[in-house]
């Protein structure tokens, strides 16, 4: 576990000094509003997955058909508290564009880390990510990696795990990656796409191109980790698997920003799972 000492050294804060409070709110009002503004080509001429704002009012146009599929599932987590993250050191896993990175900055993190696989389709991590930090002064710490070989022990307050489980070869290994660098006391976001399948039982369904499954597996890109759908969780799969690390699983409640557009059977959910603030760290090992 890193000292004190490496920690000071380490934590950058993520956004400048100089910006005040109502400055950070208003710039968190404008990145995160759920609205009707224009939406451009890339300017750096790559793909984008997540559809992100400009300072000069327009967005970068990304995958989803809703503009804003990414103010929605943030507004789902976290409300409209810009002071949500005050204090709190963030990883956002498959942070991908760095969309949520910055979010997490603009509402106060004290320190942001983005980890990402360099195997994303289209190469766009990090340089995505890096021009869209830029834009919006945030000063986020990058790991070009598998999240799952982060060394960290119980380091950070709030995790966003935003559309990995599913992509995960192993989800059990996964989660007690996400023990291991959860911090007493911290939260995990947890969105994911979950199956039709199981009824009462937890259930992860295989996805599948050749088979009926719930969403397809898309095998073509089965060699490039990340990129294909392994294992779909059921609602109740979520859920033992939180338990199975010793977590408390909630959902969001119900009428959320999010699940209003994307979620009902099959398609999107979002948990929230919890470590307590007075449970052991794992051993070593
Ligand atoms: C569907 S995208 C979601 C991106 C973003 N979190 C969002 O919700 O907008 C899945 C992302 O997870 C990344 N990913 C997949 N497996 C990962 C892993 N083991 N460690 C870190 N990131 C991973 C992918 O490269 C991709 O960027």
Known sequence: MPSILDRTFRRVAALPPSLDRAERHSLADQFLAIDNVPIMSPPNGRFWFQTMPLRDGTRIRGASGDPNREQRLWTACFGTDRDCLAGKRVLDVGANDGFFSIAAALCGADEVHAVNPATLAHGTFPA?????????????RITVDDFQNLPE????????????????????????????????????????????SGGNQPVFELASDVYATTVPQYRAMIDVPGNSTIFVPNELGVRALGVTFGLTVDGLTGGNAYEAAFGGPGRRRVFVLSRASDRPLAPKG
């Open 128 to 140: 995505n990510l890096r021009f869209a930090a830029d834009e919006w002064d945030a000063n986020i």
């Open 153 to 196: 022990r119980a380091e950070y307050d709030v995790i966003l795990l935003y559309g990995v489980l599913n992509h995960l070869e192993n989800p059990v290994a996964g989660m007690r990656a996400v023990e291991r660098l959860l911090a007493p006391g911290g939260r995990v976001y947890l969105e994911t796409q979950v199956s039709n």
